[in-house]
């Protein structure tokens, strides 16, 4: 079945700068790779998401690639601000439309 | 459009009772999933249905862990007998279109067991 893995797990960047975050995915045939935001206490909300069959998608100050090949995607945040602060998860839907997450990534954006 | 809803809220049960979730999603989508999230953990997949038929549930402690989505629309997750380690919170989300389409979340049942 798909499996997920996501890095960093924890990531400090200061207010302005860029925050990156990678996921790799295990299923060839994955074709929808969702990134939802999670801010302590609440309910997992979808930031952006991005098919197979496109590259790179990109709102406003946040954007997601795709390689297919490589079976890697990332989210890249620019000009961080304090809001950002969240943990975030990536997914892929493999084998059978199943959505899986991965691990998170607790980003803290510092003032 | 109104959102996923779930009770209760938060559950306090001892370990070896029973405990049952619910679920209501959003109208028209035919795909529900069960997670469990675990506290500093990404959300397993417990379960996922396509209407009223299971798509998957590889992880679902069959043993103990019981799932139905009745009518193809309000689901019940029930534990039973509960053991410690089920302490999570327990999200319910949906979708349009099982996987092509976003899936929302409720508010979640956070479950602890003593």
């Known amino acids: 079945g798909e499996n997920v893995e996501q890095h960093p797990s924890t990531l400090s960047v200061q207010e302005g700068d860029s925050a990156v975050i990678k996921c790799t995915y295990s299923d060839s045939a994955s074709n929808y790779f969702p990134w939802y935001k999670q801010e302590l206490g609440k309910r997992p909300q979808l930031i952006i998401d991005?098919?197979?069959?496109?590259g790179e998608k990109k709102d406003q100050r946040i954007a997601v690639t795709l390689n297919k090949t490589a079976k890697h995607f990332s989210l890249h945040i620019t000009e961080t601000q304090p809001e950002d602060s969240a943990v975030y998860f990536c997914a892929a839907v493999g084998g059978f439309q199943k959505l899986v997450f991965g691990t998170g990534t607790r980003l803290l954006v510092s003032p | 459009e109104a959102g996923v809803a779930q009770s209760p809220r938060y559950k306090i049960i001892e370990k070896r009772q029973s405990v049952a979730f619910w679920c209501n999603p959003i109208?028209?989508?035919?795909?529900l999933y069960w997670y469990q999230q675990i506290l500093g953990q990404g959300p397993k997949l417990l379960i996922q249905f396509q209407n009223n038929g299971v798509v998957d549930d590889s992880q679902l402690p069959k043993d103990r862990f019981s799932a139905e989505r009745l009518k193809g629309v309000d689901s019940t997750l029930k534990i039973q007998p509960a053991k410690l380690e089920d302490s999570a919170v327990y999200l319910c989300?949906?979708?349009?279109?099982?996987?092509?389409?976003?899936?929302?979340f409720g508010q979640g049942t956070r479950l602890t067991v003593v």
């Open positions: 989300a949906s979708s349009l279109i099982a996987g092509d389409t976003e899936a929302f």
């Open positions: 109208s028209g989508h035919a795909t």
């Open positions: 991005i098919r197979s069959n496109v």
